[in-house]
């Protein structure tokens, strides 16, 4: 090969020398910013976009590439173009717009010949991403709908929690006599046996004594005791424990 062939421009040299967008992102990355993770891999090299689904815009790329100097230009060109475009805007993007922004004069490529073809990996890498986007914009969506759920649940279960431990012991006792009232003392009177709330500690801790048949009954620790727990838990509050006085 001559030397005219095995010139490279200076921009390709300065791109070289100065690579920054090298490396990965991760879903986790993505949660955070409440943004899509779109990765697209072709032969060598590999990308990955941060993509903010309100506006389809790449708000950061990065990329890594093993197939030498030239695969590492070409990624890091194209992930510095490609930042703050659309993803549409992105995926028009051509190989030649790739290798034109490499050269020191418009008409002089920014490798040698023999160098062009891996080009070709632009538009390979940019047809993944335009097949990707709507599968990857999905599930960051869906992320934020659970995510969003969650904290409301978790808000929902703090003011539940306020509201609960914010009562005196007298009206703790009232709202869980109703409850018995409603969902269980039917079930313990038909069978010959009440239930007496003896104690509250702690907004959490329910002291109570069988009654009638409920005093000899083996299921009085077992089933009962776990029914009637997790129904006072339900309408109640989910931290209450009852301990049965023996």
Same mark, same amino acid.
């Not at 910013?33 to 891999?41: F, N, Q, S, V």
């Not at 038909?190 to 500690?201: A, F, H, I, K, R």
């Given at each position: 090969?001559?030397v005219?062939e ?6 390709f040299e300065?791109t070289a020398s ?5 490396g ?5 990355? !993505?949660?955070e %910013? ?8 072709f ?15 790449? &708000?950061s790329a990065r &990329? ?6 030239v695969?590492?230009v070409?990624?890091?060109?194209l ?9 549409e805007?992105?995926c ?7 290798? +034109?922004?490499?050269r020191?004069?418009?008409?002089? $490529?920014?490798?040698p ?14 047809k993944?991403?335009?097949e990707?986007? $709507? ?12 995510? %969003?759920?969650d ?5 929902e ?11 005196t012991?007298?009206?703790q ?5 109703i409850?018995?009232d409603?969902?269980?003392? $039917? !079930? ?20 109570v004594?069988?009654?009638g +048949? ?7 620790l077992?089933?009962?005791l776990? &029914?009637?727990e997790?129904t006072?838990r %339900?309408h109640i509050?989910?931290?209450l424990?009852?301990? $049965?006085?023996?």
């Open positions: 090969m001559s005219a095995e010139k490279f421009s200076a921009k300065e100065g690579i920054k967008h090298r990965a992102y991760y879903q986790e990355d !993505a949660g %910013k409440g943004m899509a993770l779109l990765e697209a891999k032969k060598d090299t590999k990308l990955y976009w941060l993509v903010d689904v309100k506006e389809d815009r790449i &708000f &990329f890594f590439a093993y197939g030498g100097k695969s590492l070409i990624g890091e060109t992930c510095t173009m490609v930042e703050g475009l659309t993803v805007e992105a028009s993007l051509l190989k030649t717009d790739v290798e +034109a922004r490499l020191d004069e418009s008409e002089a $490529p920014s490798v010949e023999s160098k062009l073809k891996a080009f070709d990996t632009v538009e390979e890498l940019l993944i991403v335009k990707q986007y $709507p599968s990857a914009k999905g599930v960051a969506i869906a992320s934020a709908s659970i995510d %969003k759920t904290f409301q649940s978790t808000t279960l703090n003011l539940v929690a306020q509201a609960w431990l914010g009562l012991k007298e009206e006792k009232e709202q869980i006599e409850v018995l409603e969902h269980i003392r $039917p !079930a313990l009177m038909n069978d010959g046996g009440n239930v007496q709330v003896l104690d509250v500690t702690d907004g959490e801790k329910i002291l004594q069988y009654q +048949a409920c005093g000899s009954c083996g299921s009085s077992g089933a009962t776990s &029914f009637m997790s006072l %339900k509050y989910n931290e424990n009852v301990v $049965p006085q023996m």
